[in-house]
T-cell receptor
Framework: GQNIDQPTEMTATEGAIVQINCTYQTSGFNGLFWYQQHAGEAPTFLSYNVLDGLEEKGRFSSFLSRSKGYSYLLLKELQMKDSASYLCAVRPFSGGYNKLIFGAGTRLAVHP | DVKVTQSSRYLVKRTGEKVFLECVQDMDHENMFWYRQDPGLGLRLIYFSYDVKMKEKGDIPEGYSVSREKKERFSLILESASTNQTSMYLC?????????????FGDGTRLSIL
C-alpha cells in the first residue's frame, strides 16, 4: 500500500525554527513535493526533492533521505504568515501521469 | 503565473441532485486532477485526465464521473449527490511528470449536500 505520515499539528514561536517531518512507504519513488495551504485557500508549491540532500529556498529548506523514506521541511525565522497547513506529497511513478499521493498535512500555528 | 479557476467557491445542493463542478486552467497543461479534501484524510484523488477525452480513475471514483472535452477544462460530476459527498473539492493541473513538475491548484469548491 501507499502511506505518508506527518504530524497532525505543531506550534512554534515567531522568529524561531521549526522542522516538519514526513515519512513515506510507497510502491515507488520519483520525487517528493512540499505544499503550503492557508485556511480556505489553494495549496501552493514550496519545494521538490528527488535526490538525497538538502534543497534551500530562502527561509524554507527541504531534506530527503530515500533510503530512510524520510523528508523534512525546515522553516527559519518564522513569521505569523507561516501559520498554515504543510502538505507532503510523493510521486510514486515515473512517466507522464504525474500522480501524487498526499499526506494528511501538518497544521502549523505560529505564536508571537 | 498559472491560473486554475474553479467555477464556485461555495455550493449547496440537495441529496439526489446531479452536480457539476467546473475547472479551467490557462497554462496548456496536459494533466488535470480532481481531489477531495477532508479533515484528517488529506487530499484524495478522485479522477485525473492526461489528455482531451482521456480519463483515469483515482483512489475514490465511486459516485463521481468526469468530462474533458477541451484541454483547458475538466469537469467533475456527482451523478446523484449524497450527504457523504459533502467536502472541499480541489482541481489541479500540471505538465506531464518530468523532473519537478508541480501540480497547480485552484482555490477549491466547498460543497454541501443537504
Amino acid at each position: 500500500g501507499q502511506n505518508i505520515d506527518q504530524p497532525t499539528e505543531m506550534t512554534a514561536t515567531e522568529g524561531a525554527i521549526v522542522q516538519i517531518n514526513c515519512t513515506y512507504q510507497t510502491s515507488g519513488f520519483n520525487g517528493l513535493f512540499w505544499y503550503q495551504q492557508h485556511a480556505g485557500e489553494a495549496p501552493t508549491f514550496l519545494s521538490y526533492n528527488v535526490l538525497d540532500g538538502l534543497e534551500e529556498k530562502g527561509r524554507f529548506s527541504s531534506f530527503l533521505s530515500r533510503s530512510k523514506g524520510y523528508s523534512y521541511l525546515l522553516l527559519k525565522e518564522l513569521q505569523m504568515k507561516d501559520s498554515a497547513s504543510y502538505l507532503c506529497a510523493v510521486r510514486p511513478f515515473s512517466g507522464g501521469y504525474n500522480k501524487l499521493i498526499f499526506g494528511a498535512g501538518t497544521r502549523l500555528a505560529v505564536h508571537p | 503565473d498559472v491560473k486554475v479557476t474553479q467555477s464556485s467557491r461555495y455550493l449547496v445542493k440537495r441529496t439526489g441532485e446531479k452536480v457539476f463542478l467546473e475547472c479551467v486552467q490557462d497554462m496548456d497543461h496536459e494533466n488535470m486532477f480532481w481531489y477531495r479534501q477532508d479533515p484528517g484524510l488529506g487530499l484524495r484523488l478522485i479522477y485525473f485526465s492526461y489528455d482531451v477525452k482521456m480519463k483515469e480513475k483515482g483512489d475514490i471514483p465511486e459516485g463521481y464521473s468526469v468530462s474533458r472535452e477541451k484541454k483547458e477544462r475538466f469537469s467533475l460530476i456527482l451523478e446523484s449527490a449524497s450527504t457523504n459527498q459533502t467536502s472541499m473539492y480541489l482541481c489541479a493541473s500540471s505538465f506531464p511528470g518530468g523532473q519537478g513538475q508541480p501540480q497547480h491548484f485552484g482555490d477549491g469548491t466547498r460543497l454541501s449536500i443537504l
